[in-house]
């Protein structure tokens, strides 16, 4: 079926009674406020009515709901607990709306290997609570507690704050639409357990991730955990050009010196003082609004935040390894008492963030008001001409002020490039601004400074990339014909299913 | 929250556009984790949380769903226990308004468009009843003096108008037993937060001005508070409906009583029935107030009491649901409360001890007649016992 058809009512009550024959009936949500309260997507997708809200809480459930679904030729949108700012997962108009927030189990914590077997519903508060217990902890995204790790990770390598770390994922348990049910990775052999991704076999793993539900619905993952070290301590080092601190982080992070680290252009990190401990709101001082390239007297352009962890000795040896790498690229380490004396908010939140190794929403980004971002991976080289680039961009927009975070992944290999630009929820046309000058910025930086994008719908970029989108053509005919996963975020075009639908 | 307000005001609008879903209206406790909005213990979905109260506020003003019924009983079957004002992202935005007023908003248009649920109407009718009989009535005294050089002020009017006695009666004889000269503060009728709560917006603001017309005249004083609702809306939200309102010294009796164990003024009898309790900590005074260690320090200066916590205490209390008026989950009321009797059971204590008669009668209607003493009042407990 196509996304754009709608089923007939007289389908609709077939397809209500199937599903609560199969499922508990208080599984199968249709009443008007729990189908209005799930039309919008948190994004900025418009409203969208589903016909049914189903909450499943086992594997065989959602087998049973696809396969209803399927044989009906319904829409399934999937969501594991909601989070969702961006429109991956918009509400199919008229279909399922399944919703994983239930099946929240932590099924294995295994410590010797390192890893954790979860549901999708499992969220970052209550994995990173548990494997704290056990001195353990995951990779953390700069998003709110309540988001899912798999919902988080599914899209993209890793959580935000990691440096030395990718492919956070190591095997799936995944719902075809026909019912099947496969496993990747190492799990898929009888006994052998979750600890390797990678096997005799292609990498089914992969194939799930960035694919936003439209192959399949994840119902089981398990993912890498790591031990909480002894010691833990963060340093901030102070850059005049980001070009500075890009080059610190690489020498840094290759050297092992620190865990985690991030680069702050000076007005996200002096945002930080902005917000008091209870996170009340603060206006942008007219000092913020002046021109990004020039930081105030006595703040650095460029602020790194290192965290370090070990044992104790290594982490105080680190710090002076740290202190002469700073100065190497041109930069300066500052004291502990500098440092909190410079951005005591940030300081006592990133003591904290790092502390619990629990994801909190940073409270400059949310406590400012609401905020458009521009999201891109690059090279090393390609970033450093992208920040001048971008933050000019939107400097000639009078979109003031300009804020920014920057992480490497992988060592460095790509460097993550975060934008913010503020914009009150209520002020749609400068919200509209920035949404169009968004679009032109991911376009420019794609071609003329080799970015790639971090999300799949900031433009058409798919359908432009020749075999590698053949290829995905021909595995989503493959797994669903029928075209009933997330269809709404069109992903793949109609047409493509116009010969199944004959 | 403005009296004025509504759900297609620009700042409810804007909050409601800053809900990302993270669902932390839900849960609570870290690195504990446990589901602690009574309306999701029940719902299990978006729709049964603050975040799906503010897409439901975001659709009617879309005009995709009207305010009918159905949204009434939803609406009302909220049991407000306040777990929602956690959401630091809905709190940001304008620190007059908590997340939770986006239900009181939602509440107040529906009490404006006279969509109700039967019992919510019912409680209007009286509500409008008494203001009007009110309006021919001569005032009360503001105080009524039990020792007029009295420097603390009790508000006992709600609670006795709650229909328990009891408490008064257990707070005159535990200060007897201090040896402090109190006054007792007649309200004006209620102190207003019911009306509040309950989008009953229209008779907020005379309540307030008259009630605050009288306790203005004794700032000099110390109000010491026996109902958590009363002073929860007294001290965070009077200066929004009193312009001429200025903080005044506000105590929990809990907090006096702890004072007096711990400066040797009260102090425990010796042949104390060895017993294990539980402290329930009211949502009001709890999350509301941030008195948590009061009535627990007051419990164990009690000889035999042993305190034993259930699994969601202090801030991650569970609500005990007196509150839902609405049917959107049948019983509501009675199924929160069975669940938080249930975690009481589990800690194998004997008694159960609360400092809010609504949340000790709402525990107690769920209860055989047997058991029904086994839910006691912190005061009258504490009363026996010195």
Known sequence: MLMTDKPHVEQTEAIGEELRIALESSKVKDDDITLTSYGYDGGPAPYSKPAFVVLPTTGDEVRDILMIANRYKMPVGTIAAGVNVASLVVPPDGGILMDLRNMNKILEINTDSGYAVIEPGCNFDKLTGALRKVGFRFQMPTAPGGSTPLGNHLLKPSGSLANRHLDSILDLEVVQPDGSIIKTGSSHFEGAGSSLRYGPFPDLTGLYCCSYGTLGIVTKAAVKIYPINECSKVVLAGFDTFADAVDFIKDAIANNIPEHCIIWNWSLYQAFNLSDSENTVVEFPESFKSNPFDAPEGFPYSMVTLFLSGYEESVDANIKVSEKVAKKHNGRQLSDAEARALLPVGMKGWDKLYADYRPQVPIALYGLGRNMVWIVHNEPKDIKELEKWAVEELDKEGIRPVCYYAHPFDFGRSIFFRLFAFAEASDLELRHKIGAKFSEMYDTAMKKYNALPYRYNVGDFVRGTGGYYELLKKIKLAVDPNNILNPSINLFDDELFEGEKQ | ?386
């Open chain 2, 1 to 386: 929250m403005r009296l004025t307000a509504s759900i297609d005001d620009r700042d409810v609008k804007n909050m409601g556009a800053c809900c990302t879903r993270c669902a932390c209206c839900t849960y609570s406790g870290w690195p504990e984790f446990n589901i602690t909005c009574p309306l999701y213990a029940r719902g299990k979905s978006l729709g049964a949380s603050l975040g799906g109260v503010v897409f439901l506020n975001r659709a009617i003003n879309e005009k995709k769903i009207e305010l009918n019924q159905n949204v009434a009983e939803f609406a009302y079957t909220c049991t407000g226990c306040g777990l929602c004002d956690r959401c630091y992202i809905l709190s940001i935005l304008d620190p007059a308004v908590k997340p939770s007023d986006h239900i009181r908003t939602l509440r107040a248009d529906l009490v404006r468009k006279g969509v109700l649920p039967e019992k919510v109407k019912q409680l209007y009718e009286r509500v409008k009843q008494a203001s009007d009989e009110k309006a021919t009535k001569a005032p009360d005294s503001a105080v009524q003096t039990t020792g007029i050089e009295a420097d603390t002020v009790i508000v006992a009017e709600c609670c006795e108008k709650n229909g328990q006695g009891q408490v008064s009666g257990s707070v005159a004889s535990l200060l007897g037993k201090i040896g402090k000269n109190a006054a007792v503060f007649a309200e004006e009728g209620f102190c207003g937060s019911t009306l509040y709560d309950f989008g009953f917006w229209d008779y907020v603001e005379p309540q307030v001005k008259k009630n605050w017309g009288k306790m203005k005249g004794l700032k000099d004083k110390t109000f010491v508070f026996t109902d958590p609702h009363c002073q929860e809306f007294i001290v965070n939200r009077y200066r929004e409906f009193a312009p001429d309102y200025s903080e005044v010294k506000a105590r929990h009796f809990s907090q006096i009583l702890a004072e007096a164990f711990g400066a040797k003024a009260l102090e425990s009898k010796k042949n104390g029935k060895k017993l294990k309790v539980c402290y329930h900590d009211p949502c009001y005074l709890g999350r509301g107030l941030g008195v948590y260690d009061a009535p627990r320090e007051v419990l164990t200066a009690l000889d035999g009491v042993e305190l034993v916590e259930m699994e969601r205490n202090r801030k991650s209390s569970f609500c005990c649901g007196a509150r839902a008026l609405g049917d959107y989950y049948p019983d509501m009321a009675a199924e929160t409360a069975k669940e938080r009797m249930e975690e009481f059971r589990a800690t194998g204590a004997d008694v159960l001890i609360t400092a809010c008669t609504s949340c000790k009668h709402n525990f107690q209607n769920v209860l055989p007649e047997a058991e029904r003493g086994r839910v006691q009042d912190l005061f009258a407990f504490v009363d026996e016992r010195v």
